[in-house]
């Protein structure tokens, strides 16, 4: 892993920020840990134990992965949480900088697309709510994540 500076998926990575459920799933290259902040219970981030910054800049055996494990965590988040589709976006900016990339995987009801809509309207509808899961739901839910990844 390499942290650079402020980069808060590196402090993640590193253990110097510790987030609810901590690391769920683990490759050699990729690191999957549930979201913090507010979106909702299930939704997982999927991202390069290194500081990468461009998908341009992943090398051929971080973008071999990357699809796989992609599918896995929407099979597993699928399994958990039964969603009526899930969302897998990248994320990359914070305060407008380019920063770490990663991948939100991202459950979706009926309920959430009435309350706020569909698509990136959906996602800042769930920003502006403010709403996040309780740390022990998210702890609940990694644990049973972990149990099953690798049993694709």
């Known amino acids: 892993m390499d942290?650079?500076?402020?980069?808060?998926?590196?402090?993640?990575?590193?253990?110097?920020?510790?987030?609810?459920?901590?690391?769920?799933?683990?490759?050699?290259?990729?690191?999957v840990e549930h979201a913090i902040g507010p979106l909702p219970l299930?939704?997982?981030?999927?991202?390069?134990?290194?500081?990468?910054?461009?998908?341009?800049?992943?090398?051929?055996?971080?973008?071999?992965?990357?699809g796989p494990l992609l599918r896995e965590?929407?099979?597993?988040?699928?399994?958990?949480?039964?969603?009526?589709?899930v969302y897998v976006s990248l994320w990359s900016h914070a305060d407008g900088v380019?920063?770490?990339?990663?991948?939100?995987v991202q459950p979706v009801t009926r309920a959430d697309a009435a309350e706020f809509g569909f698509g990136p309207r959906l996602q800042l509808a769930i920003f502006e709510a403010d709403r996040p899961p309780a740390p022990g739901s998210v702890a609940a839910f990694a644990e049973s994540a972990r149990s099953l990844f690798g049993r694709a």
């Open 42 to 66: 299930g939704s997982l981030i999927v991202k390069p134990a290194r500081h990468v910054v461009h998908v341009a800049d992943l090398t051929a055996e971080e973008a071999a992965e990357l």
């Open 3 to 31: 942290p650079i500076g402020d980069c808060l998926p590196c402090a993640i990575a590193a253990g110097r920020v510790a987030v609810p459920g901590g690391v769920i799933h683990r490759t050699g290259l990729w690191l």
């Open 73 to 85: 965590a929407a099979r597993v988040t699928t399994e958990l949480t039964r969603p009526d589709q």
């Open 98 to 104: 380019p920063g770490h990339i990663h991948f939100v």
